[in-house]
């Protein structure tokens, strides 16, 4: 299994002061990664340093054997797209092969099948011509699921994409998820439910600092995976 | 009627002035469109009317210090200013309108302050009324000023078109566009330069006013009826176009000021479109 990236006890912050230390991690391909922790903890923040947007304060984050960082398809948590931005399905699923144009100005063959045949795959073939931001918000998460797979095969970092889904969509989205990292994709998950930890194969559970990384066998009779999964209970009822 | 219309049209065509006027408002017109589809979803939609102030701060600046020819130091302190605020992207602390608002108006403060610091002779208030409707009345272009704006509009419509798809991906989603390796900073400079470029010639030219109605609304009455990036853009211009051109031949049938009948015409197709979507229902609000 060849490795992806290498975290070594990296820090994350902003200008007020560090949000997150000691992470240490290694993500393999075909690894399917949940991230944990309380709001506030970081998830997001280490999201955006994995992408490479948001540099970590200290420590590595190191991407291996000729995987960069361009190579990671991105789900983010609140699209800051306005209400009122016109644009189609087709027209964002595609924006996602924009990296392979380089100084092409059109997309070509291609990538224009790649998009169709992407869009095939999710499900939303037939949302081709609607306009983005009059879907529901289940099918906005597909089509912005469309638009990473777009820009990479290699992994997909997904931030709490089931958020604000109704339950059947948020299993359907689970399934997908599933189903594209038994393809070979790697998958990189922030979550807050438990429901999520059924298809992961890997835990990183943060706060203050690395609370958990390992095998999610390991994490479920852990301290922390105990107390996690009792909060979470606790949440429900 | 119609026949004595057209003949004051073909009477006036034969004078240059009055075909300079059409080539320059129609190639503004197109211009100016195409850039307000990105500004108005930018929310840069008055950036317009905020340079115009910073253009009499600079005004006043020059005149104070005693700058003979003060285009030159207004030119570039306008280019810069909206270079600056069109620069950055979607992760700015200070959202684009406020920006806008706050230069504009500081602008404003500033340059009033100067004025009656260092009180000077030369007409002030007849300059800032230029600001806002253009130095030179677009009925009184010269030659160079046609070919000025040949240029500018031939080089804004070729980067618009070889970055079509990169300006798209850049405004819907910078972040994602980060992600993926899209040099975002560099193409929002770029939008930013030649959009800067293109107001301050086209103030120059026509006034602030104008400029702001050009910018502001073709992109909202196409976003009325059309639902994806391409088709707001196509329609955009073609309204800008058709509106400059109907606006002009009437003001000269009725001799109405050019400006303002042109702004009426687009203010008309809005209203049309508005109505158009608020019958099919096609816009949810
Ligand atoms: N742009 C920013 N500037 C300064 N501080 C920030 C910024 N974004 C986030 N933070 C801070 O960093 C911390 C971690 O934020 P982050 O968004 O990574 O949390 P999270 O784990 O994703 O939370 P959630 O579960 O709510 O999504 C928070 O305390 C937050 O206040
Ligand atoms: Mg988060």
């Known amino acids: 299994m060849a490795k992806q990236i290498i975290c070594e006890n990296a820090a994350l912050g902003y200008e007020g002061g560090i949000v997150t230390e000691n992470l240490n991690f290694t993500v393999n391909s075909g690894d399917y990664l949940c991230i944990l922790g309380e709001n506030g903890s970081g998830k997001s923040t280490l999201i955006k340093a994995l992408l490479g947007l948001k540099p970590q304060v200290s420590g590595k984050i190191e991407w291996c054997d000729g995987f960069k960082a361009t190579e990671i398809g991105y789900l983010p948590q609140q699209t800051p797209v306005q209400r009122d931005f016109p644009a189609s399905v087709r027209e964002i699923v595609i924006s996602g092969c924009l990296s392979k144009t380089g100084f092409r100005p059109f997309y070509n063959k291609e990538e224009k099948a790649l998009a169709a045949n992407t869009m095939e795959q999710l499900g939303i073939a037939d949302l081709a011509k609607r306009c983005y931001r009059e879907l529901s918000g ?78 999610k066998d390991k994490y479920l009779n852990s301290k922390t995976g105990k107390a996690f999964l009792e909060s979470e209970e606790h949440d429900d009822e | 009627m119609m026949s004595e219309m057209l003949s004051k049209l073909q009477y006036y065509f034969t004078y240059p002035f009055v075909r300079y006027a059409v080539v320059v408002g129609l190639l503004i017109a197109l211009c100016s469109s195409l850039l307000g589809v990105t500004l108005v979803l930018k929310r840069f939609s008055f950036i317009g009317d905020g340079l115009s102030h910073v253009a009499f701060g600079a005004m006043s600046v020059a005149a104070v210090v005693g700058v003979t020819n003060n285009m030159y130091l207004i030119l570039p302190v306008t280019v810069i200013s909206a270079i600056l605020l069109l620069r950055t992207g979607q992760n700015t602390k200070i959202k684009g309108d406020a920006a806008v608002a706050m230069i504009s108006v500081g602008a404003l403060a500033i340059g009033y302050m100067l004025m009656n610091l260092f009180p000077t002779s030369s007409n002030i208030s007849a300059d800032v009324c230029s600001t806002l409707f253009g130095s030179t009345s677009i009925l009184t272009l010269k030659i160079t000023d046609v070919w000025l704006c040949i240029a500018m509009a031939v080089i804004v419509i070729a980067v618009f078109i070889i970055f079509y798809n990169k300006i798209f991906a850049v405004t819907f989603d910078e972040n994602f566009s980060k992600a993926t390796g899209i040099k975002a900073d560099g193409y929002n400079l770029l939008i930013a330069v030649i959009t800067a470029f293109i107001i301050v010639l086209a103030m120059n030219l026509v006034g602030s006013l104008l400029i702001s109605a050009l910018i502001i609304f073709p992109a909202l009455s196409a976003m009325r009826l059309f639902r994806s990036f391409r088709g707001v853009i196509i329609c955009s211009a073609i309204i800008s176009v058709v509106c400059a051109a109907v606006g002009i031949i009437l003001s000269i049938l009725f001799s109405t000021p050019v400006g303002s009948t042109i702004v009426s015409a687009d203010i008309a197709v809005f209203l049309v479109f508005w109505l158009v979507s608020a019958i099919t229902g096609r816009s949810k609000s």
């Open chain 1, 138 to 215: 289940g099918q906005q998460q597909r089509v912005l699921l469309a638009r990473a797979l777009c820009a990479t095969r290699k992994m997909l970092l997904l931030d709490e994409p089931v958020t604000g889904l109704d339950p059947k969509a948020q299993a359907d989205l689970y399934e997908l998820i599933a189903k594209l990292n038994k393809e070979g994709i790697t998958i990189i998950m922030v979550s807050h439910d438990v429901s999520a930890l059924k298809y992961a194969d890997h835990i990183l559970h943060i706060g203050k600092k690395q609370l958990f990384f390992g095998d």
